[in-house]
């Protein structure tokens, strides 16, 4: 058996996208920001991800990088419990 070797095309420079800075951000930090090559429509594309959530599931912030989930779902559920 004999073993064919060949060379890899070298790589293209590519231009940088030219996405334009977020000005703006969502309650949840994430920075709201177009990319104008991205269809929202394509099924890859979840352009609804809380589609199938209730408003309960939708309470409960679970954005604190220092919390477990468990102890995120705790401290939403008492600070709901007092408000």
Do not use: W, Y
């Given at each position: 058996m ?80 007092k408000?």
């Amino acid at each position: 058996m004999t073993t064919r070797k060949t060379t890899a095309a070298k790589p293209t420079a590519k231009k940088p996208a030219a996405i334009k800075p977020a000005t703006t951000f969502a309650p949840s930090g994430a920075p709201v920001q177009t990319v104008p090559d991205v269809d929202p429509s394509n099924p890859a594309v979840d352009n609804d991800p809380r589609a199938t959530t209730s408003a309960d599931q939708n309470r409960i912030d679970f954005n604190d990088p220092g919390l477990s989930s468990s102890e995120a779902v705790q401290r939403n559920l008492e600070a709901q419990s007092k408000g």
